[in-house]
């Protein structure tokens, strides 16, 4: 789904890449941990994926398109098949949490019909049921996560990639994201995610890849936060 | 593709940015009218060449049957007529000449004045009213004399008018005025040209929290832009609509009711050289405000 061959991305003006010639295999399904120090190319992967940046050297395949070669006017295509999630949430203050997930549906032109469905059902799978007409400052920081999650899962990617997505929630909160990934990853859904956060890393016992200046140190199955295991 | 979204964020961003909106506004009346007074001035001198020739024209006005030159003796023969223009053919001061006859004449001033007073059985005047005349096109507008003294005094020669000198102060005034409002304009357009890009500038910083977001989720660029580009439009066409007023006001109160009436001796453009100046300032502004719009969209909404 998607897979990093031998990928250098470096900055103008800055002596160390942000990734140095990393290669890396991802399947559909999969659920994978990115960790590593801040700094260590954690973010520069995932723009990568989202083509937010193009790889200096080496290719990014995602879906089974090199997207270093894709015409900018493909890039949108290429990015209804991947949601997002951050660690700021980044909702519409102005909008209602219902208008907040229609939104990502409405502006890729998906018909009235399609949102009347589509957002009901994503809110209720991700526990916001009946929470639809509020607004965000309403709602707690795990609630306001939740809203995020169901719009970057509304239109049913093929990818999830999610940025630190419990970097500004307590631990029980974060916890309850964590599952809810988890359910998405279960529907077949590839999830790629970010984080600092050594208890939920250990806890899920998933694929772990440590990246360090750049570079990928560890990718383990199963793996847990630290080195040690 | 739904519109609706589309819309309902060209309605916002038209109250949002309103002060700046209105200030484009303006700026683009205030261009488009110059620039639409420009055009009509060129046709107006346009108009008035067509009918009077080029500066470089002298007329030579030949006898007619009650002609009230002193140097008139009766109508003038076919001889008198062959023997000027012998002269005329063979001075190397003229470029060409054209021999105008009394129907010609007699067309010019009924497309002057209107034809209704020439109808029915008690006309202001008939073709045999009007003298014939031979219009010479000079090499040099300066090396007149030759021919002016040649001509003068030759048997069935009524006078001279020399166009220089009727000429030169009205296509003087009349290219003056409009190189200052075209001047003046040119400024005008670039201040709308950076008005414009300021705007969208405000506008894709108020909106940046859901561009980004559509950036992510994969909405098109051109749904991105649409709004924008939209909202040129619609500053476009408010600024077309009031400066094609403003023009119809100058057509108006400045030609129509002014100086057709007093200026009877010259041609004055009408409702056909009106509606091509604001054709022209129609095209114009939307690519005032959408060239920018496009070219910053590019650069801030970039995917």
């Known amino acids: 789904m998607i897979r990093f061959e031998k990928v250098t991305k470096s900055y103008p003006g800055h002596a160390h890449p942000g990734l140095d010639q990393v290669s890396v295999d991802i399947e559909k399904g999969e659920f994978v941990f990115l960790v590593g120090s801040s700094g260590s190319g954690k973010t520069t992967f995932l723009r990568l994926v989202l083509r937010e940046y193009k790889a200096t050297s080496g290719r990014v395949y995602v879906a089974g398109k090199e997207i270093n070669r894709l015409a900018s ?44 469905k589509l957002v009901p059902e994503t809110l209720e799978l991700v526990g916001l049921d009946g929470k ?26 093929m990818i999830l990639i999610a940025d630190e997505p419990t970097g500004n929630l307590d631990p029980t909160t974060s916890v309850g994201i964590m599952k809810l990934l988890d359910r998405i990853n279960r529907t077949g859904t590839t999830v790629v995610m970010a984080t600092h956060d050594a208890g939920i890393v250990d806890q899920m016992r998933k694929r772990v890849i440590e990246l360090e200046h750049g570079k990928v140190i560890r990718d383990q199955s199963q793996g847990v936060y630290g080195a040690q295991a | 593709m739904q519109l609706r979204y589309v819309f309902s964020e060209l309605g916002q961003g038209l109250r949002r940015n309103l002060s700046m909106h209105l200030a484009v506004i303006l700026t683009l009346f205030v261009s488009l009218t110059l620039v639409g007074l420009g055009v009509l001035l060129n046709q107006q001198a346009n108009k008035a060449a067509d009918h009077w020739g080029s500066q470089l024209q002298i007329t030579v006005w030949l006898c007619k049957a009650e002609d009230s030159s002193a140097a008139c003796t009766g109508e003038v023969t076919d001889a008198q007529r062959d023997a000027i223009v012998a002269v005329v053919e063979e001075n190397p001061e003229v470029a060409g000449y054209h021999l105008e006859t009394k129907e010609e004449a007699f067309e010019k001033v009924k497309e002057l004045v209107g034809p209704e007073r020439f109808e029915g059985p008690n006309p202001a005047a008939t073709a045999d009213d009007m003298p014939e005349s031979v219009w010479i096109e000079l090499k040099d507008a300066e090396q007149f004399e030759g021919i002016t003294s ?39 357009v670039l201040a709308a040209l950076l008005l414009v890009g300021n705007t969208i500038r405000l506008a894709a910083f108020a909106r940046r929290k859901e561009i980004g977001i559509m950036r992510l989720v994969g909405a098109s660029t051109l749904y991105i832009a ?23 006001a100058f057509m108006y109160f400045g030609i129509h009711e002014r100086t057709a009436d007093d200026l009877k001796f010259m041609p004055w453009i009408g409702t056909g050289e009106y509606w091509t100046a604001v054709g022209a300032i129609a095209l114009l502004g939307p690519v005032l405000t959408l060239l920018p719009t496009l070219v910053l969209t590019r650069k801030y909404l970039k995917v």
């Open chain 1, 73 to 116: 006017w493909k890039v949108p295509r290429l990015r209804r098949d991947i949601g997002t999630v951050f660690q700021d949430f980044r909702l519409l203050p102005n909008k209602t949490v219902s208008e907040n997930v229609a939104f990502a549906l409405q502006v890729i032109g998906r018909s009235r019909s399609d949102i009347k």
């Open chain 1, 132 to 157: 639809g007409d509020r607004m965000p400052d309403e709602l707690s920081g795990g609630e306001q996560q939740r809203v995020a999650v169901a719009r970057a899962f509304v239109n049913r990617p």
């Open chain 2, 150 to 188: 040649a001509v003068r005094g030759l048997d069935g020669v009524s006078g001279i008018r020399d166009m220089r000198e009727t000429l030169k102060p009205i296509y003087g005034s009349i290219n003056a005025l409009k190189w200052g409002a075209l001047g003046t304009a040119a400024f005008l």
């Open chain 2, 226 to 248: 649409l709004p924008f580009l939209l909202e040129a439009l619609v500053t476009a066409l408010v600024g077309v609509v009031l400066a094609a007023g403003a023009l119809g």
